[in-house]
């Protein structure tokens, strides 16, 4: 997440040279990422779509984000 961001509320993930945003409710993907990859981002986007919301919040406060354990 970047401070500056606005719109519906996203995240960003990378892996490799591929980039995608990924909406936070609607699970909206922009970008291209491997089929694998993007299904691990989203599995994980679910299980953590509270902690991910809160973020958003301290993100447009300009306040620091808590670290999102990955996947395991």
Do not use: C
């Not at 719109?7 to 909206?28: K, L, Q």
């Not at 990859?37 to 993100?59: G, Q, V």
């Amino acid at each position: 997440m970047f401070f500056s961001e606005h719109g519906a509320p996203h995240f960003h993930a990378v892996y490799g040279e591929y980039r995608v945003s990924i909406e936070i409710e609607s699970g909206v993907v922009r970008g291209d990422f491997p089929g694998r990859a993007l299904r691990l981002a989203l599995e994980w986007a679910a299980l953590h779509k509270r902690e991910l919301m809160a973020n958003w919040e301290h993100a447009l406060q300009h306040e620091p984000l808590t670290r999102i354990p990955p996947l395991e």
